[in-house]
T-cell receptor, first 114, second 111 residues
Framework: GAVVSQHPSRVICKSGTSVKIECRSLDFQATTMFWYRQFPKQSLMLMATSNEGSKATYEQGVEKDKFLINHASLTLSTLTVTSAHPEDSSFYIC??????????FGQGTRLTVV | QKEVEQDPGPLSVPEGAIVSLNCTYSNSAFQYFMWYRQYSRKGPELLMYTYSSGNKEDGRFTAQVDKSSKYISLFIRDSQPSDSATYLCAALTGGGNKLTFGTGTQLKVEL
């Protein structure tokens, strides 16, 4: 069945460095990739929506220069957290979708900034 | 008003009970309706999805959508302690360009 493969599953980085998270759609072409953030015991918060080949649409309050999203192909989307700070520590999840089908979650990336 | 509303719970039931989880939505453009299960410290996993109105059954799980009332339900029969998790409903437009989640309902099935 369709799968979204997300890597890394867990990353610890130093404050001020950048971290890249990759999501690859397997067995389907994700025309749209949604990026969510989830803080402990809280619900998913949509950060941005990206369509293949175009700029991502960011939700209000999400800094597009800090959270760089690239969706260059139908099977790969990346989220780069630039100049990470401890408050960026969270669980980041991508969700791939295409027309006329359900959506699939990546496994999630637990980011810890120290 | 949120486009997908879900009671956060927590919901506690005895083992073997029938569990009913529900969501409402407001956007008529939603065509696909999904239920995800999320265990603590894990990512959500797709349980079931339904296209438009109707029922879908998979083992102990039944998903139901009533588009006339914009109501989404997930029923769990013979609930087990291993069903204890947070259940998220989600709705997706037919074009696949808008995906909205409920806040999740925390379920605990007790022995």
């Amino acid at each position: 069945g369709a799968v979204v493969s997300q890597h890394p599953s867990r990353v610890i980085c130093k404050s001020g460095t950048s971290v890249k998270i990759e999501c690859r759609s397997l067995d389907f072409q994700a025309t749209t990739m949604f990026w969510y953030r989830q803080f402990p015991k809280q619900s998913l918060m949509l950060m941005a929506t990206s369509n293949e080949g175009s700029k991502a649409t960011y939700e209000q309050g999400v800094e597009k220069d800090k959270f760089l999203i690239n969706h260059a192909s139908l099977t790969l989307s990346t989220l780069t957290v630039t100049s990470a700070h401890p408050e960026d520590s969270s669980f980041y999840i991508c969700v791939g979708a295409q027309k006329n089908t359900e959506a699939f979650f990546g496994q999630g990336t637990r980011l810890t900034v120290v | 008003q949120k486009e997908v509303e879900q009671d956060p719970g927590p919901l506690s039931v005895p083992e073997g009970a029938i569990v009913s989880l529900n969501c409402t939505y407001s956007n008529s453009a939603f065509q696909y309706f999904m239920w995800y299960r999320q265990y603590s410290r894990k990512g959500p996993e797709l349980l079931m999805y339904t296209y438009s109105s109707g029922n879908k059954e998979d083992g102990r799980f039944t998903a139901q959508v009533d588009k006339s009332s914009k109501y989404i339900s997930l029923f769990i029969r013979d609930s087990q302690p291993s069903d204890s998790a947070t259940y998220l409903c989600a709705a997706l437009t037919g074009g696949g360009n808008k995906l909205t989640f409920g806040t999740g309902t925390q379920l605990k099935v007790e022995l």
